[in-house]
Each structure stands twice: as C-alpha cells, then as structure tokens.
C-alpha cells in the first residue's frame, strides 16, 4: 500500500511562506513526478511527506492514516537522497543492511535481504566495499538498494540523478522505471528536468512558487497545458509563445505553438533564418518571422537550411494553444 | 633526479628547514634526557656531553624510585588525564552537535558564550574555584581535578567540534531519521565516526596541558594521595638546593605516558589538521 493525500499543506520558514497551500491525492503504485524550477518548493514538499519537515498546517494522510506528527521512521518512507547520503565509514553491505539493523532483524534475515536486493541491482561485486571505491552510478544505486529492503510503502526520489553525467543519466533513468515496474510501489520524484519527468511520470505535479500549476498525464501537459507557466516549461524545446496582433487573430492574449508543430517549406509566415542546428535527426532552426519576431522550429533531420535563407512556414492550426490575459488556456 | 614537481635543490632545502626545526624542537627534550643519566657532576661541568664512560650514572632514577611513591603519581596523572579527556570529548561532542544541528532561538548567543572560555584564562577563576572545591568537599580529591580540567578543555573542544560537524552532510543525517535513527543514535553512530579526526585533534590539545598542569595539583590536591606526576616531581626542588639528578629523571619519565597517548592519537590528528584544507 502506499496511498498518500495532502490536504490544505502549508509550509513557512519564519515570514517566508515556501508552500502556500497545497493539496495532492497520490494513489497506491503511481510514479508521480514533483517538476518545477529551482527554488519552486519541490524538495520542500517531499521532506514534509517524508517528515524531515515539520508542516506549519495541513494534513499529510498516509493509507488513511493521519501521518502529520509521526516522525520519519514510522511513515513507512524510504528516501533516495541527490547525494547518496551513504555512509562513508560502512561497507556497501552494511549501508543496505543498516535499516535492517535498526528495524531489529536477525543476521540471518538481513543477509537474505541484502542479496536480493544487491542481484536486482547489480551490486552483488561490490558489497565489501565502502562507498568512496564506488562510481557516481554504482552509489546511487546502493542507496536505492538501502531504500528497497526496507520495503517501504513509497518512495521517495530527491533529484537522484543530478550529480551524475548524462549518459548514465539516461540509464539509470530507465533503470529506476523498470524498477518500479518490478516492484510496483508508489514513487515520488522530484526533479527540474522535464525531461526525466515526460519519461518517468504516471502523473506529472508541475509547481511553481510553491503551488500546484498543473497535475495529469505527461501527454494530458504536453497536449493541454493550462496556463503559460506549464506550457512553456513542459516540452523541449520550449513553445513559442506570440502576442500582439498575430495572437488577436486567434482572439487570445497569447498563443503558443510547439516548435515541433511548425511545418517548413510552404505557409503564410515568412522569415529570415538566423540559426539552424544540425543533429541529425532533427534540426532546430530559429527564425526571424516577418512581423511575428523570433520562432523555433524543429523539422526534419536532413534539411539544407542555412544561415540567412529566407523560408516560409506554416503553424498547424489544430496545435495553437491560446491564453487570455491572465495567462490561463482558454480552450 | 629532476622531474616535474620535484628538483633536488627544493628537496634538499626544504628538508634542511625541516630537519633544522626539528633540531630546535626537540632540543630541550634531548638536554633533559641526556642529563638524566650523568653524575651530578658531569651535569655541571659539561651539560651538553653524552653521558658515556664515568659520566653515566642512574642515580637519578634510582632517586626517584626509592623517595616518594612515583607509580602513585603516575596513576593520578593518568586517571585525571584520560578522565577529563573523556568528559571533554563526550560533553563538548555533544554541545558541538546541538549547536550545530538544531536550530533554537539563542544558538548564536550560546556559540559565543561558550567560545568565551577560549579567551578568557580559567586561572583568573582559581580563589573561587578553591573556595567551591572547600565548601563541597573536594579539596585534594582527583574529581576535583578532574572537574576544573573538563571546565578548561570544553570551550575549545566545542569550537572545534562544532565547525566539523556543520560539514558533516545533512541527506546523511536526514537518511538516519529515516532510516530509523535515534537523534542519540544519529550522533552517536553517524556523526561522531565521521569526526573522529576532529575528535583526535582536540584530544591532543586538550591533553597535553592537562598533563603538564602544576597549578592545579598545587592548590586543589597537594595531598601526598592525589599529587601528580609535575607536582611530585616538585619534591626534588628544595629551596637552597635542587636535586637535579632526579629532577631530570623524573621529568624524562613524564614524557612517556604523554608520548603514547600522542602516539594513539597523532594519525587521526593529521587528518584531522588538512581535512579541510585538500578537499
């Protein structure tokens, strides 16, 4: 089980009010994903689920139960920390088994459990050694390991991948979905890449100020965003966004079309390329529209498009999203 | 033999500046020994000859075996030491943990009060120390040793210990809670490990000064029972004539307890010193 609410949430530190409010339903075996820019009160927002936090109001309800006063080993949490946060002076066993430990298991229970968890993670090899012989990957996966014997009723990810590079990044990336594939268990991860939120996600929480923007699908966000803030952060790369007169012929304040919703070759919108960028199988070309400004495009892979060309291009008129004054989609 | 990073002129001189501070260092120590093992004579005569052939001479030591109960003094001053080592570590560790873990209203306040000890020369409290001592009781009694000494060794114990435990990782201790840890345990188990170096740094500084201490002894436990090993030797200091020969036997002596404790404690203690400073 592993079903949590938040309802009515509020966190301050002295006069600084970091969550102003919020409130979330996270079903059992979901992998939700807490995205926002720095500063947006994501990480805040966990550790008052995991309880290192103390809530300033509000009711946090783990299966129905009312958790806001228990302290974090009692939630039935287990947390996979940015830093690892292994600890230094045990081996690999010994930091897996320490939840164990403390939780009051014979030896012989604690050894059975460390194995598995080692096999499905790889660490088997590794065991006897301590945390500063291991690479960047290899630790972050002790700690995952260190939370999945614990078998907690979630868990819970703090940026978990951001101190490694990105090639492992992507692996470990699928490596945490298969993972909950395998386990089934609710999960709650925190990151600013929305590109690890689209790839992960069961249900994206787009927050922004310590509020909520956005919850849904990852294609309920990309197709229908709700306002300038989630339209503008999900998606890569970025909408563009048009306003003035261009805009009121759609009778919005704002509209915006995805780079990848821009047809080239034919079309009304004629322009001055400024910059195309080649990779392949995509190129990204920002273009000086007459009397609109500046567009991204993304369009096909082997384009000859240069520096200086003029082209034309065409919105497909079914993927303009329109916002009112106030930012808000209105649909 | 020249590469990269080294050339033998730097070598040569560096270890020239090195060896010669070493020389001036451990200078005094050297006199002290040597003169332990000559005659009264040939100490004054030629101070800084070895004592070999008719100079070599134990008197000394056999002095300071047969006058005074020396195997007494030593027990004094080892169970004084290592006591008051004990409380420092346990109690600063802790005041250190609570400074720099929680956050209450007055932390700052506190930091510096107890920073104050560091300036202010706990001797300037010696007439009402003794006058406590008297009315509880203590007066020539190693507790009282032991008390006055933690008093003197906290402030800096705290400091110290308070600075290396702000590095130590917040995840990591966030991960203890969650893990199921005790604040006790999470101090205990995690933190205190991880500042073992620090803890063998302020071991050393807080010893040697307890060890070497006369005042104290002198005036809160002059007693035959509680004299240490500095106030014992005290003996062979006579107001028109000082035994030197068993003086210097008796000091060599001192130096052997402390030089152990140094020794358990001195590889934890250069890491403790460049810890921060090589990351």
């Known amino acids: ?54 809530t300033s109001a509000g009711q946090i309800m783990i299966d129905g139960k009312d958790a806001t006063a228990l302290p974090p080993a009692r939630r039935g949490l287990a947390m996979v920390f940015q830093s690892y946060a292994l600890y230094p002076h045990m081996t690999v066993r010994k930091n897996i088994a320490f939840p164990l430990k403390m939780a009051g298991l014979s030896e012989a229970e ?21 945390p500063g012989q291991l690479s960047g990957g290899q630790r972050q996966r002790v700690a995952i390991g260190r939370a999945i ?11 978990p991948l951001s101190n490694l590079d990105a090639a492992l990044r992507v692996t470990m990336r699928q490596e945490i979905s298969e993972l909950h594939q395998t386990l089934k268990t609710t999960m709650i991860y925190v990151t600013h890449d929305q590109v690890e939120a689209m790839t992960m996600a069961d249900k994206i929480v787009v927050l922004n100020a310590g509020r909520i923007e956005q919850v849904g699908s990852p294609l309920d966000l990309y197709r229908a965003p709700d306002n300038l803030f989630v339209a503008g952060f999900i998606g890569s790369p970025k909408m563009n966004f048009i306003e003035g007169a261009e805009a009121a012929r759609h009778k919005a304040h704002t509209i915006g079309i995805r780079p990848e919703h821009i ?69 | 033999m020249s590469s990269a990073r080294t050339s033998l002129g730097r070598t040569v001189a560096a270890h020239a500046v090195l060896i010669a501070y070493t020389v001036i260092a451990l200078f005094p120590v050297f006199v002290i020994l040597i003169n332990s093992l000559k005659t009264r004579k040939a100490i004054f ?8 052939g008719k100079s070599f001479d134990l008197v000394g030591y056999q002095t300071v075996m047969k006058q005074g109960d020396f195997v007494l003094y030593f027990q004094n001053s080892m169970t004084v030491t290592v006591a008051s080592l004990f409380f420092v570590l346990l109690f600063g560790a802790m005041a250190a943990f609570a400074l720099s873990e929680y956050r209450f209203r007055g932390n700052t306040l506190m930091g510096l009060y107890l ?6 020369p706990i001797r300037l409290g010696t007439v009402a120390i003794l006058e406590m001592m008297v009315a509880s009781g203590l007066v020539n009694t190693l507790t009282a ?7 003197q060794g906290l402030p800096l114990s705290v400091f110290i210990l308070s600075e290396f435990m702000k590095s130590v990782s917040n995840d990591l201790k966030n991960a203890g809670r969650i893990d199921g840890l005790s604040e006790y345990a999470i101090f205990f188990r995690l933190v205190l490990p991880l500042v073992r170096p620090a803890m063998a740094t302020v071991a050393v500084f807080t010893m040697i000064p307890i060890w070497n201490d006369l005042w104290f002894p002198l005036i809160l436990a002059s007693a035959e029972q509680t004299k240490t090993v500095t106030l014992g030797a005290q003996v062979f200091i006579g107001q028109f004539q000082n035994d030197w020969n068993a003086l210097l036997a008796a000091l060599s002596l001192a130096i052997v307890p402390v030089l152990v404790l140094y020794l358990i404690f001195s590889r934890q203690l250069i890491r403790g010193i460049t810890v921060g400073a090589v990351k």
């Open chain 1, 149 to 159: 014997v614990r078998e907690p009723s979630a868990f819970l990810f703090d940026e």
């Open chain 1, 263 to 331: 047809g080239v070759g034919s079309g009304n919108w004629e322009g001055t390329v400024l910059l195309s960028e080649h990779l392949g199988s995509d190129s990204f070309i920002k273009v000086d529209v007459d009397g609109i400004g500046i567009i991204n495009v993304r369009a096909g892979g082997e384009l000859g498009i240069h520096h200086g060309n003029r082209i034309r291009l065409a919105p497909d008129a079914d993927k303009i999203h329109r916002f009112d004054q106030a930012g808000k989609a209105i649909r």
């Open chain 2, 145 to 151: 040793l032991i008390l006055v000494y933690t008093a």
């Open chain 1, 1 to 54: 089980m592993g079903q949590i609410t938040l309802k009515a949430v509020r966190k301050s530190f002295g006069e600084v009010h970091v969550i102003p409010g919020v409130d979330l339903e996270i079903a059992d075996g979901e992998f939700v994903v807490f995205v926002g820019p720095s500063g947006c009160g994501k990480s805040t927002l966990l550790r008052l689920i995991a309880g290192l936090e103390d």
């Open chain 2, 115 to 120: 920073a104050l000890g560091i300036m202010i």
């Open chain 2, 45 to 52: 005569g030629d101070p800084l000859a070895l004592p070999l």
């Open chain 1, 110 to 130: 604690q050894a059975k459990k460390v194995d598995a968890a080692a096999a499905v993670l790889n660490l088997t090899a590794y065991l006897d050694r301590r």
